[in-house]
């Protein structure tokens, strides 16, 4: 039976996928309109950039994607990487020195009332920075999930220095990354109990499957609403805040909208699986992508991954799994918008300039780490002939 529910969703995504739309979804004709911004000169090297008031400028930020390895990724470039400078609270009550995530560009009514200098303020002096070259790091994966608002404003706040910004970003399966984000919730929940005991929480935690069908169900009828399909590339401007969960892994379309602003050029695209699989080359090609190098003590040793916020790493709460049923049928959901997002690393202003690690170029991606596998291999094939 579960056989025969599985095949039947995977021929449904094939069904789907037939005629104009499978052409469509082999070029960038899926993604119209596809506006790259074009480079003034080549990126600019490696030096510490100051701002006006004589700040380091935080030029390097993780923008996404949320629960695909972004902390791991910090961590280590902290631990590896020369000039890396991360930023450092400002705010009274915070639970840390230091800063992964200063969530400024996606924080509207945070940009309005704090401004400008409330980020920079997160970064030391130029003069404090001491003399060889630095860099401030903001990585807020949130950026890329709601890239509609954040990439023109972050284009803006940079506006002359726009050339020195890097921008990295992992990606994963979304199907896992869906899951990873429900655990991530319910382990929130439980452990702040969010104004009840544990226990309390604990007999309000929602099933992971009944989460998934309700996301996918909410979804499903603003498609209606608005008169597309599942495959269509607007899904995520239209109807992705009716199931953040779900807006999470569409990828294309949030990468297509920070295009907009910023050349390929200054992307840097990684998978959490090859990151893992190869972390020391990982971290070379970050360093070469950045202009720094690695610390004398990284050098030529074998760098592994940290592993960082896992849902039970404190033992509050048991991560559930969602069953083959409702896997299968978010792989399926996924799989056109995950065809979007290889034909897109296939255009010719994409394939030639993003930096990609630890696989090169950036149309080497495994499509098994982005959520192509399996039954929905063929898939692959199909739209990217």
């Not at 994607?65 to 930023?87: C, E, I, N, W």
């Not at 010719?348 to 596998?373: K, N, W, Y």
């Not at 929905?376 to 094939?381: H, V, W």
Request: charge should be positive; aromatic fraction near 8%.
């Amino acid at each position: 039976m579960l056989r025969i529910l599985v095949s039947g969703m995977v021929a449904k995504t094939h069904a789907a996928l037939n005629g104009t739309s499978l052409y469509d979804l082999r070029g960038a004709s899926a993604l119209q309109p596809l506006q790259i911004a074009e480079p003034a000169g080549r990126p600019l090297g490696r030096t510490t950039v100051c701002t006006a008031d004589g700040r380091v400028l935080p030029s390097v930020l993780i923008i996404g994607v949320q629960k695909a390895g972004t902390t791991s990724l910090y961590s280590d470039m902290r631990g590896h990487l020369q000039g890396f400078t991360p930023a450092t609270a400002v705010e009274a009550g915070a639970k840390s020195t230091l800063v992964k995530e200063v969530h400024y560009f996606d924080k509207a009514q945070r940009m309005a009332r704090k401004g400008r200098d409330f980020y920079l303020a997160h970064y030391p002096p130029c003069d404090a920075a001491g003399t060889s070259d630095v860099y401030g790091v903001d990585a807020t994966p949130n950026y890329l999930l709601e890239a509609h608002f954040v990439a023109e404003q972050m284009a803006a706040f940079f506006a002359a220095h726009i050339r020195s910004v890097r921008l990295l970003i992992v990606l994963r399966d979304p199907t896992e990354r869906f899951a990873s984000f429900f655990n991530h919730f319910v382990h929130t929940q439980l452990e702040t109990g969010n104004g009840y005991s544990q226990a309390s929480a604990r007999a309000r935690t929602p099933q992971i499957d009944e989460y998934a069908r309700h996301s996918l169900e909410r979804v499903r009828l603003c498609l209606g609403w608005k008169g597309i399909t599942e495959t269509s590339p607007r899904l995520y401007e239209l109807c992705g805040n009716i199931a953040p969960a779900l807006k999470g892994g569409l990828y294309a379309q949030q990468l297509v909208t920070f295009l907009r602003f910023f050349p390929p050029d200054q992307m840097m695209l990684t998978t959490s699986r090859s990151y893992v699989r190869d972390t020391t080359r990982a971290m070379a090609d970050v360093a070469d992508f950045l202009g720094t190098g690695l610390k004398p003590a990284s050098r030529g040793a074998r760098l592994d991954a940290s592993r960082q916020n896992t849902a039970t790493s404190r033992g509050v709460a048991e991560k559930q799994r969602l069953s083959p049923v409702l896997s299968a049928e978010l792989d399926a959901f996924y799989a056109p918008h995950t065809l979007q997002l290889l034909a897109l690393l296939k255009t010719p202003q994409v394939s030639g300039s993003m930096r990609s690690t630890p696989f090169h170029p950036v149309t080497a991606i495994d499509p098994a780490d982005v959520g192509l596998h399996g039954p929905l291999a063929p898939l692959t094939r199909r739209g990217l002939q």
